[in-house]
């Protein structure tokens, strides 16, 4: 399973992102995260061996700039800052002013690259959260299933959750962020059947995201009873959307 060692690592080639800088704001001995999806390609959290300890900020300032600045040395172009890593972003206790000090170093090495995060979305509750997502370019916010019975059986959140919680967070962004959604299916469940497909639409509906970005399984998953969707199953999946007028971006 993948692992991330360093604070800042890459750039690396993103799919959905171009050539993307990581930021890794959990611990580097493990994995820490409030979800432990079914495909996670950090393996389940059990197995994470993680030492519990966050990077403070300092030290994610110093490692930010000294990738920058080597990056712009070097001349390698840069796409994206993208925060990521070993589990959920939002849940370091200083996400905000890390998210200042991002957008200060990108506007001085490199001021045409996005900031992006890649969030499962349970933190935006938090207004100093919610409010840090609203001043990147692009808060890439997850809602992987249509009801709270298949979020747990994918996501498998630590303690409570409550789609509709979520949904209503999401709404305070007025339609600027990106929601992300993986499609995938077990013997145990089918996140495209037609009733969740159908939920899902009307999710996307309600909250008007600027961009719907749609994906499936890509590389090793804990759970090896997954089953992947080709991306002509996904077009033919979201066509409603896309005929509505929806930006849907669906990647295989």
Partial sequence: MLHFDEIVFGPIFSRRLGSSLGVNLLPTKGKLCNFDCVYCECGWNKDGRSDGKFPRLPEIEKALEEKMAKAVTEGVGVDSITFSGNGEPTIHPDFAQVIDVTLRLRDRYFPEAKVSVLSNATMIGRK?????????????????????????????????????????????????????????????????????????????????????????????????????????????????????GYSIQVRG
């Fill in 128 to 244: 100093d959260v919610a409010e840090a997502l609203m001043r990147v370019d692009n808060p890439i916010l997850k809602i992987d299933a249509s009801s709270d019975g298949l979020v747990r059986q994918i996501n498998k959140p630590a303690g409570p959750y409550s789609l509709a919680d979520v949904i209503g967070n999401l709404r305070k962004f007025e339609g600027r962020f990106i929601m992300q959604t993986m499609f995938l299916r077990s013997p145990d469940f089918d996140t495209a059947s037609e009733k969740a497909l159908a939920a899902w639409m009307d999710i996307v509906r309600d909250l008007k995201p600027r961009e719907v970005m749609v994906y499936t399984i890509d590389r090793e998953t804990p759970d090896k009873s997954l089953g992947k969707y080709t991306v002509e199953e996904m077009t033919a999946m979201v066509q409603p959307l896309i005929d509505e």
